[in-house]
C-alpha cells in the first residue's frame, strides 16, 4: 500500500512508498498453494522456487506501484471474464485472471486438472492502461477544467458497455456480487465450485505436499487452516448474490439506472450451493490423517463455526432488509423472505421434518440456527425490530418447534434427547420467562 502526498488543488501526486509488510512471501506462498496447488505442480511444496515466488512478488509489486500512480482498487473487474473463459490456456495467457491488476483478483482457483497450461493469475491489464491514460493523458485541445471533464466523460461513455472498463468499489461486505474481493469471474457459483473440487484434490495430498524432512507439522497446520478460510471466501461470495444489488455507475448521458436486483434465479442458485456445501456436513474438509497431525480436538467446533459465520452472513438483518424491500418493489420477481427463510429451515431441519436419526455435525449446526434466528429476534435496532424480520423469525421458530414436538425416533436416544431440548429452547425463546 502506498500513502501519498498530493496536492489538494490539482490532485498531483508529489510523493508516494511501497510498504511491504514482512509476512507478505508468507500470505503469496499461502494463496497460490491453496488456489493453484490442485493444477500447478509449481505450488505443492511450503517452499518454492525463486522463479515462482519472484512472479509472485512481480505480481503484488505491480499492484502497489498502480497505487503509488493513483488507482484505486476496482473490485468490479474480474467479474469481466466469464468463469468458463478461465480454464482457456489461450484466453488466460492473453488476458490473465481478471482486466485489472488493481482487483483483489487471486490465482486462478477456477481452472480444472486436464484443462492445459492456464495463466494463473492477473497481470496489467487493459483497465490499468486505461486508467492511466484517463489519469495521465495531456489534452492540449481543452481550454479549462470544464472542457476536460466533457473529453473525459467521453472516453467514459465510449466503454460504456464493455465490462472491461467497469469499475466497481470496495466495501467492507459487499452488497454487489460482482464487486467481491478475492474472487474471479462473472458468477460466483460456478467459479465457488471449482473452488472447492480443487480443495478436495488438495486435502488428501496435503501431508505430502507440505513435507519437510525432520521439520514438524507447522505447515501442514497452517496450510490446511487456509484451506478452510478459502472454502470460507467462496461461501462468502456466493452468500453475495442473496439480497444483491448490482451497481454499474452512470452519468446522466447514459440514460439508464445504477443499481439493480439480482435476478430471483441467481439467488436461488446461491441459496441451492450454501444448502449443498454448508448446511450439509462438509465431509471432505474433515480428514483425520491431517487432524490427528496438528491437534488433539477442535474438529466439531471448527465445523460448527464455519457453519455459524455462513448463517450470521446470509442472515445478516441489512441483507434481509435488501430481499424484503425487493420483494415490496418486484413482487414475484423477487426471491422472497419467507423463500430464504423456508430454504434453510429446509436443509438445516431436514431430519426433524422427515424423521431420522442427527449426527453430531447436524445437532451443533440445528442449535446454531436457532440460536443466530433467536439473535434476530433480540435486535433492537429500529430498522430490524419493526420490519419482517422478526416476524418472519418467530414464524419460521414456530415451525421447527412444532416439527420437533411431532418427531419421534425410538432407534436413537441422542437424537431424541437432542430434539427435546431444541424444543425447550425454541420455547424459551418465543416465551422468555
Ligand atoms: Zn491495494
Excluded: C
Aim: proline letters at 4%; a negative charge; charged letters at 25%.
Amino acid at each position: 500500500m502506498g500513502p501519498h502526498v498530493h496536492d489538494p488543488r490539482t490532485g498531483e501526486i508529489l510523493e508516494s512508498d511501497i510498504i511491504w509488510y514482512h509476512n507478505v512471501m508468507n500470505l503469496l506462498r499461502n494463496w497460490f498453494f491453496i488456489q493453484t496447488a490442485a493444477i500447478n505442480p509449481d505450488a505443492r511444496s511450503v517452499k518454492f522456487r525463486n522463479e515462482i515466488m519472484g512472479r509472485l512478488i512481480r505480481f503484488v509489486s505491480a499492484h502497489e506501484v498502480g497505487h503509488t500512480l493513483g488507482l484505486p482498487h476496482n473490485m468490479g473487474s474480474s467479474s469481466a471474464y466469464p468463469v468458463e473463459s478461465l480454464r482457456d490456456p489461450e484466453f488466460t495467457k492473453r488476458m490473465g485472471t481478471a482486466p485489472s491488476i488493481m482487483d483483489y483478483a487471486r490465482f486462478n482457483y477456477v481452472a480444472q486438472p486436464g484443462d492445459g497450461d492456464v495463466g494463473l493469475m492477473p497481470n496489467i491489464g487493459p483497465y490499468d492502461k486505461w486508467s492511466i491514460m484517463y489519469g495521465y493523458k495531456v489534452i492540449p485541445e481543452a481550454d479549462d477544467y470544464e472542457d476536460e471533464r466533457l473529453t473525459l466523460n467521453s472516453w467514459i461513455t465510449e466503454r460504456a458497455d464493455d465490462p472491461i472498463y467497469r469499475f466497481g468499489r470496495q466495501r467492507f461486505r459487499p452488497t454487489d456480487p460482482s464487486a467481491q474481493t478475492e474472487d474471479i469471474g462473472d458468477n460466483s457459483m460456478k467459479a465457488s465450485e471449482y473452488g472447492i473440487a480443487n480443495l478436495k484434490r488438495i486435502v488428501p495430498n496435503l501431508i505430502e505436499w507440505t513435507a519437510e524432512e525432520a521439520k514438524d507439522f507447522k505447515d501442514l497446520n497452517e496450510l490446511y487452516n487456509n484451506v478452510l478460510g478459502q472454502f470460507r471466501r467462496y461461501l462468502g461470495h456466493v452468500t453475495a448474490n442473496i439480497g444483491g444489488i448490482y451497481e454499474f455507475n452512470k452519468t446522466y448521458d447514459e440514460n439508464d439506472v445504477i443499481y439493480t436486483h439480482v435476478p430471483k434465479e441467481r439467488q436461488e442458485e446461491a441459496m441451492a450451493f450454501l444448502q449443498k456445501h454448508i448446511f450439509e456436513t462438509p465431509e471432505w474438509a474433515i480428514d483425520q490423517d491431517i487432524l490427528r497431525r496438528i491437534e488433539e480436538d477442535g474438529n466439531m467446533e471448527r465445523i460448527r463455526r464455519l457453519q455459524e459465520g455462513a448463517l450470521n452472513l446470509l442472515l445478516n438483518p441489512d441483507r434481509l432488509n435488501r430481499v424484503i424491500e425487493n420483494q415490496t418493489l418486484n413482487g414475484a420477481q423477487a426471491y422472497s423472505l419467507t423463500e430464504l427463510f423456508t430454504d434453510v429451515r429446509s436443509s438445516v431441519f431436514t431430519e426433524i421434518l422427515n424423521g431420522g436419526n442427527i449426527d453430531t455435525y447436524r445437532r451443533n449446526l440445528q442449535r446454531t440456527t436457532v440460536d443466530v434466528m433467536a439473535g434476530l429476534m433480540k435486535n433492537q435496532r429500529n430498522e430490524f425490530e419493526n420490519s419482517d424480520i422478526q416476524a418472519v423469525a418467530r414464524g419460521n421458530l414456530k415451525v421447527i418447534l412444532e416439527a420437533a414436538r411431532n418427531y419421534s425416533n425410538q432407534q436413537d436416544e441422542l437424537s431424541a434427547f437432542h430434539i427435546q431440548d431444541l424444543a425447550e429452547r425454541i420455547d424459551m425463546i418465543l416465551d422468555p420467562r
